[in-house]
């Protein structure tokens, strides 16, 4: 499957919400989500650009996809 190449910062934080995430502050145009995952949080920076550059996503998916246990494909399915 290939890499979405439209996915806006808002798309991606929806589906992190669904996720567990919660938007704990936002600094200039970057926005910070944190989750609570065995008595540790997990914190995630997104760009809140429109899309959002493919090398970054892909950082970003590939991060919540391990930390949360999820098949990387079927989180890009989901956006």
Do not use: W
Not at 54 to 60: A, N, S, V
């Amino acid at each position: 499957m290939k890499v979405p190449r439209d996915v806006n910062a808002s798309e991606l934080i929806k589906l992190l919400e669904r996720l567990g995430y919660v938007i704990i502050r936002q600094t200039g145009s970057h926005i910070r989500l944190s989750k609570k995952i065995n008595d540790n949080d997990h914190a995630i920076t997104i760009p809140n650009h429109r899309p959002i550059k493919i090398g970054t996503l892909q950082c970003i998916v590939k991060d919540i996809c391990i930390i949360n246990k999820l098949d990387i494909f079927e989180f890009y399915s989901q956006l």
